[in-house]
């Protein structure tokens, strides 16, 4: 191995395993296990009925197998669907959270105590498939933003839920999200009200604990006329030799003349060497620009997973409005990606931005996959997309499949795409000038992801150079 | 400064260099010629580490130290500089942190302070005065889009940045027309200094009616054949290389 090969595959840093009483619902997937895991919940009868209307078209679905990655057959029957550890808080008292999940998430760099805290984020912390923590809930309520588990917005705020629940990634939109419907467990829900400037970033941390579980987050952003909220999301989970399957759902509605900014620095477990556990992220993540002069921005880091297959989307049905999606997807080891965006412009002078970046390491094989259509009503719309792809080593791939649909003769589409490799004259002219060999990668690496991490917020940004090992000064300097 | 002996060095599997020596004394310039194929570059990537080019045979003595035995990234930091022939291009990494960060590996190296931005900036400025440039280069990216006279140029102003005791110039003035030739060596004269040493690796004469060197050597097929003062550059510029092929059989 070079020294380039080893400086982007460096070892898992968060494949620890809490030790810690949990409940666990042994495995299998039918109507009475949803029905146990929302009774768990306390949910009303109709959150009932449309998980139990989910899980009956999921039956009648297939597993998708168009992405371009391989995997073995996942036995949904030998999953389990519901894993919560036993000492469970009350929600009103971050006190009495349980010591061993504030060291667990302290470790992972998220302090949950008040006198810890970031200053600046809200968190809420899911473990396995219960929220543990949310913070500063208090803080957030003054300005009338609602940020909790999805579980409690289900019973507190049912009408906000009932009305947009579903209205983006429908129950049946795909065979995993169809399976996230009937069995989701946590995940945050956020609202924010009219004219509403978020005072602070809300974050989420997803974390898998337990063996033989999956996890099924659901989360849903609903930012109401004129509002703006930053939302980040990271996550991360042991070391095991298992697969472990993540397929979450996330839903944004952006109103008019609201913003969404949704960050991701996705760390799952991404398998060893040869390929062997790792977390199968199937992931499906949509925002809806339903108002006139709405913007939906994704941005994600993606270093983790053995198997990744997301398309963070946007619908831009709202006249003017604005999707964009900034990527860096990193495939080493083994890992594969499948990863890109679905822009569908409905709306009148639409505009979107695509911004790709895979990155292609070890024996890693990384796919972009975009779509861009533009629909007859929208007129002026406007397309930029940038894909390039980057390998280190010879024993990698990155493929690039864009598809772009236009059935409207006044729109303008840009897409640019470009292949590079870092090769040893690159590395060593860097050399000569008295850098490292690793930081001469780090700042190659840093240089060619400079427009996306541009995108993160400050605390996201450091962070996601820190997953990569390298440093951020070059890209803001 | 440097005491190369009997060196040889292959490229893929092939010899390109078949016992070269070559001795610099502190503050001296030497030129290197010699025709297409003779194994110019490869002295000069061999003498600054590169991966892909393998002494099979013979020393290089840098200030006392096995200059061989040290990775690139050392070499520079104790005082080699090359100058590339081929420049390479950084993305989304402007030009001043670029130099900034090859300015405080060195002087960590050096067990030296490092230099924040501001300080840098101010070093910058100096050094752009010293040799009579303007900063227009500074905030792009290293490299990216600039002209192959851009790109020589900025190859200088990391030297003069970077101020090393042993620079060597591999093929700096090719691609370059009259005036960007003119700048370039105006810089490099101004460089010259007593604790600086230059290796000028070059095709054409023409560099030398600008910079003066100490000694000329003639490298042919590997190895060096002739070396003399500045009048030997003449007498190439007038000859070729021809007339050496029968020299280099006779010996």
């Not at chain 1, 460096?10 to 949803?34: C, H, M, N, R, W």
């Not at chain 1, 959270?97 to 200053?119: C, H, M, N, S, Y």
Request: with cysteine.
């Amino acid at each position: 191995m070079t020294s380039i090969e080893a400086q982007v595959q460096q070892p898992y840093k968060y494949g620890f395993v809490t030790d810690i009483e949990s409940e666990v619902v042994p495995p299998g997937l039918s109507e009475a296990v949803i029905r146990l895991i929302s009774g768990k919940k306390g949910e009303p009868a109709w959150m009932l009925d449309w998980r139990l209307k989910a899980y009956r078209n999921w039956l009648k679905m297939e597993e998708p197998h168009w992405p371009n990655v391989q995997y073995g057959p996942i036995d949904y029957q030998a999953i389990s669907y519901y894993a919560a550890p036993k000492k469970l808080p009350k929600l009103d008292s971050l006190n009495q959270v349980d010591p061993k999940l504030v060291a667990t998430f302290e470790k992972l760099g998220i302090p949950i105590e008040e006198q810890k805290r970031l200053t600046g984020v809200a968190v809420d912390a899911v473990f396995d498939s219960v929220s543990v923590a949310t913070t500063f809930q208090a803080e957030l309520a003054k300005y009338g933003v609602i940020f909790c588990p999805i579980s409690e917005a289900i019973r507190e705020h049912p009408e906000l839920v009932q009305k947009y629940l579903g209205t983006v990634v429908p129950y049946n939109d795909n065979f995993f999200a169809a399976l996230n419907s009937a069995v989701f467990t946590d995940g945050s829900f956020v609202y924010v009200p009219k004219g509403v400037r978020c005072p602070m970033e809300l974050s989420t941390y997803f974390r898998i604990n337990a063996s033989s579980t999956g996890q099924f987050e659901r989360t849903l952003i609903i930012a109401d006329e004129g509002s703006y909220v930053s939302y980040l999301e990271g996550c991360s989970a042991p070391m095991r030799d298992e697969n472990q399957l993540h397929a979450a759902v996330v839903e944004l509605v952006a109103l008019d003349n609201a913003t969404i900014k949704y960050s991701t620095i996705q760390n799952w477990y991404p398998g060893d060497d040869e390929g062997k556990g790792g977390i199968y992220n199937f992931v499906t993540k949509r925002g809806k620009c339903a108002g006139k002069n709405s913007k939906v921005s994704w941005t994600q880091v993606e270093t983790g997973s053995a198997i990744t297959w997301k398309y963070p989307g946007c619908i831009l049905q709202g006249d003017n409005s604005i999707g964009e999606f900034y990527s860096v997807a990193v495939t080493t080891r083994r890992q594969q990606a499948d990863t890109g965006t679905k822009m569908i412009h409905l709306g009148k002078n639409t505009r979107s931005t695509i911004v790709s970046k895979g990155i292609s390491g070890g024996r890693g094989q990384n796919t972009y996959r975009g779509l861009v259509k533009i629909m007859k009503g929208a007129d002026g719309a406007r397309n930029y997309s940038q894909c390039d792809s980057m390998l280190i080593g010879d024993q990698c791939g990155a493929h690039t499949f864009p598809y772009i649909d236009v059935r409207n003769s006044t729109a303008i589409m840009e897409h640019e795409a470009s292949t590079s490799k870092i090769g040893e004259d690159q590395i060593f002219y860097l050399r000569q000038r008295g850098l490292s060999a690793e930081d001469a990668v780090s700042m190659i690496v840093n240089g060619f992801c400079k427009e996306v991490f541009k995108e993160l917020p400050m605390e996201f940004a450091v962070e996601a150079t820190r997953l990569l090992g390298i440093s951020l000064e070059g890209s803001v300097g | 400064m440097l005491e190369v002996k009997n060196l040889h060095v292959a490229v893929n599997g092939a010899e390109i260099l078949r016992g070269v020596d070559l001795t610099v004394r502190r503050g001296e310039v030497h030129a290197v010629m010699g025709p297409n194929g003779s194994g110019k570059s490869t002295l000069a990537q061999a003498l600054a580490g590169h991966p892909a080019y393998t002494v099979t045979e013979g020393t290089a003595t840098y200030e006392g130290k096995d200059l061989l035995a040290l990775k690139p990234e050392e070499r520079a930091r104790g005082g080699v500089f090359l100058a590339f022939q081929y420049p390479v291009e950084v993305r989304g990494i402007t030009n001043s942190y670029f130099l900034r960060s090859a300015v405080n590996a060195i002087r960590k190296h050096r067990g030296q302070e490092e230099l924040d931005p501001l300080d840098f900036l101010q070093v910058l400025e100096d050094k752009l005065r010293s040799i009579g440039w303007d900063d227009t280069l500074m905030n792009r990216p290293v490299n990216e889009g600039f002209s192959g006279g851009e790109k020589k140029r900025n190859e200088i102003l990391q030297l003069a940045v970077l101020e090393p005791r042993l620079a060597i110039l591999d093929e700096t003035d090719s691609g370059l027309d009259i005036d960007a030739l003119k700048t370039v060596a105006h810089a490099v004269n101004k460089l010259r200094a007593p604790d600086r040493a230059f290796v000028i690796v070059t095709h054409y004469q023409r560099l030398l009616n600008y910079i003066t060197p100490d000694v000329v050597h003639v490298l042919f097929e590997g190895r060096i054949v002739k070396s003399g003062g500045p009048e030997l550059a003449h007498e190439l510029e007038a000859k070729g290389y021809d007339w050496l092929r029968a020299g280099a059989m006779v010996s």
